[in-house]
């Protein structure tokens, strides 16, 4: 089968198209290369030897969209294409909205006019308010706190209205806790621009020098170490549970959300220590103030996704820690030459 992947070139498009061609699929890709390179894709063309048709079109563009489904066969799709900093949709929420709500309805459009009714979207865990109780499972009341997570949070209830009003449709909603990692190769990996929002690439920034310091943002939250508590997962983990989303999208239909987490918590300290320790090196690191929004505690309840989806997280805190740095070190300035 023909997997349509959007985002395709980006950090978890780009190892999901592996592991999906490591199965046996076909994918075809489409990215605006907004925040991406078209080498992921090469590498990953490499890497498998198999070809992946990349277009070079943003997904909102309708027409360039329905070209695509009419040359290829495809089977379903996996919408990844989004922006996603919480901090750039606070201060830019107009394009939050127009890119990653235009982008979902132009693809469900395009999707239901050529008869292709089964998809996959990459949603956050952020969609969950800040008042549950942890673990987070996905009956958990929902709200967000930026427009990034707003646009989540809509983006589900269109994918949900559409797949409603057509008993043919099938959609998986994958709500992803904290992608981190790199494929073991060291070939493909996160490569964000500028400075980076997020804990990994920061601490392996800091690690490789281009980075003074990596700053603690927080030492009196109630944990076990004063520092904020995530649920990271290695983004090869995730990679396959796009593929167990869709096997289940090929035997259901109707709308079901699943989490795509490890269950398990590690702090901003564990995550420094794990990666002296396992990378053989010192972090400098220092004690900041808290950041405005964070909470203290989020971590995933992965049961729906092990009985459903039989998918679970199987990589370590270790693994993640050791790919993350592997990939730093052989592409510090990212995919540019
Ligand atoms: P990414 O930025 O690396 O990948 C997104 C890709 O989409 C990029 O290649 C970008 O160029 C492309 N894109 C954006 N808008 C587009 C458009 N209109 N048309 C075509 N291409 C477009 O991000 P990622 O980390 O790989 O995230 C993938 C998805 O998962 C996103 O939807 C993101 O919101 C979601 N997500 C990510 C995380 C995380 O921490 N990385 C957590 C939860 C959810
Ligand atoms: N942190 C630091 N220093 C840094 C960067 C991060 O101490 O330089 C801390 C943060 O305060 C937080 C933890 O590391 O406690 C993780 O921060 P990230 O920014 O990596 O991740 P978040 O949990 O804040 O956010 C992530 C995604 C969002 C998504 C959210 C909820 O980046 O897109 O999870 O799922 F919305």
Avoid at 23 to 48: I, M, Q, W
Avoid at 182 to 211: D, K, W, Y
Avoid at 256 to 277: I, Q
Wanted: with cysteine.
């Amino acid at each position: 089968m023909k997997v349509l992947v959007t985002g395709g070139a980006g950090y978890i498009g780009s190892h999901t198209c592996l592991a999906l061609l490591e199965l046996g699929y076909d994918v075809v890709a489409v990215d605006n290369f907004c925040n991406s390179s078209p080498e992921s894709l090469k590498r990953v063309e490499e890497l498998t030897g198999k070809k992946v048709p990349l277009y070079g079109i943003d997904v909102r563009d309708e027409a360039a969209l329905d070209r695509v489904f009419k040359e290829h066969e495809i089977g379903c799709a996996i919408h990844f294409a989004g922006l996603k900093a919480v901090g750039e949709s606070v201060e830019k929420p107009l394009s939050y909205y127009e890119n990653n709500l235009l982008s979902t309805m132009t693809l469900l459009k395009v999707m239901g006019k050529n008869g292709v009714k089964k998809i996959v979207f990459s949603s956050s865990a952020t969609v969950y308010s800040t008042e549950n109780v942890m673990p987070l499972n996905e009956t958990g009341r929902m709200g967000c706190t930026n427009p990034y997570g707003w646009t989540k949070f809509m983006c589900e209830e269109i994918i949900r209205d559409y797949a409603k009003a057509d008993p043919e449709w099938s959609a998986v909603l994958l709500r992803y806790f904290n992608p981190v990692g790199a494929h073991p190769s060291g070939r493909i990996g996160e490569a964000p621009n500028g400075i980076p929002n997020n804990l990994m690439p920061f601490i392996t920034q800091t690690a490789c020098g281009v980075r003074k310091e990596l700053v603690v943002f927080g030492d009196d939250y109630p944990t076990h170490d004063g520092t904020c508590v995530r649920d990271y997962i290695h983004v090869m983990d995730l990679a396959e549970g796009h593929a167990a989303a869709i096997d289940y999208l090929m035997a259901h239909t109707g709308t079901e959300v699943f989490n795509l987490g490890t269950g398990v918590g590690y702090s901003v300290l564990d995550m420094v220590k794990a990666f002296e320790e396992v990378n053989g090196l010192q972090l400098p690191h220092r004690i900041g103030p808290r950041r405005p929004g964070d909470i203290a505690v989020c971590y995933a309840d992965p049961t729906k996704s092990r009985a459903l989806l039989h998918w679970t997280a199987k990589r370590t805190l270790k693994d993640m820690c050791a790919d993350a740095w592997h990939w730093q070190q052989l592409n510090p300035r990212g995919y540019e030459a």
